[in-house]
């Protein structure tokens, strides 16, 4: 069964923190690259990072340097550490396979006030 369960967004002052988790189901997470995406009001869904199974990870230039992706690999959970939020921040975030496939959880809220 396919489970993608995102959590951890909130609200924060600019400048702040927030850290996603997402868990996955382990058919996906053991074998795949995973990815965290995010949707902001009226724009497309864009990627924001990506870890592979053996730890390589990229990101989106907007929040290189500020964000980090990585892996718990004994709870098929993949994080992402948010740091120095900005108001462009502000979007629902998720996390998927990369590439990513057509099923999608619910997302998390992010919302970071100015």
């Known amino acids: 069964q396919v489970q993608l369960v995102e959590s951890g967004g909130g609200l924060v002052q600019a400048g702040g923190s927030l850290r996603l988790s997402c868990a996955a189901s382990g058919s996906i997470f053991r074998v795949n690259a995973m990815g965290w995406y995010r949707q902001a009001p009226e724009k497309q869904r864009e990627l924001v990072a990506t870890i592979t199974t053996g730890g390589t990870t990229n990101y989106a230039d907007s929040v290189k340097g500020r964000f980090t992706i990585s892996r718990g690999n004994a709870k098929n959970t993949v994080y992402l550490q948010m740091n120095s939020l900005k108001p462009e921040d502000t979007a629902v975030y998720y996390c998927?396979?990369?590439?990513?496939?057509?099923?999608w959880g619910q997302g998390t809220q992010v919302t970071v006030s100015s």
């Open positions: 998927n396979r990369y590439p990513a496939m057509v099923y």
